[in-house]
Nanobody, 130 residues
Framework: QVQLVESGGGLVQAGDPRRLSCAAS????????MGWFRQGPGKERDPGVR????????WYADSVKGRFTISRDNAKNTVYLQMNSLKPEDTAVYYC???????????????????????WGQGTQVTVSS
């Protein structure tokens, strides 16, 4: 079991950066692949980014590639999402998620599959004004 708590959301201007944090409880944080997903108003939950258990591998959805960066600090049980060059279309609730499934990730599609993630945070709202 792992509990996730996101923070760092808020109102930002288009073009500005923002960093989200997700703090995890428990002593086995490093055994989880971690992801960030987002859900805009009236939309389904979209994939965003994923980082491997060690932090050595990352996967990005095309919509955020080049602007968002995921990282983790296993000593602090925390995963981060650095968001740069924010756009109004990035407005969404951002969710942190943990994947405890065994085995390796072989594709971006596999990495972004919502069904892989068994634990979710409550979400943090990011609103980007133009």
């Amino acid at each position: 079991q792992v509990q996730l708590v996101e923070s760092g959301g808020g109102l930002v201007q288009a073009g500005d950066p923002r960093r989200l944090s997700c703090a995890a409880s428990g002593r086995t944080f490093s055994s989880y692949g971690m992801g960030w997903f987002r859900q805009g108003p009236g939309k389904e939950r979209d994939p965003g980014v994923r980082i491997s258990r060690s932090g050595g591998a990352t996967w990005y959805a095309d919509s955020v590639k080049g602007r968002f960066t995921i990282s983790r600090d296993n000593a602090k049980n925390t995963v981060y999402l650095q968001m740069n060059s924010l756009k109004p279309e990035d407005t969404a609730v951002y969710y942190c998620a943990a994947d405890g499934s065994p085995g390796s990730i072989l594709s971006t599609r596999q990495a972004m599959a919502v069904t892989r993630y068994g634990f979710w945070g409550q979400g943090t709202q990011v609103t980007v004004s133009s």
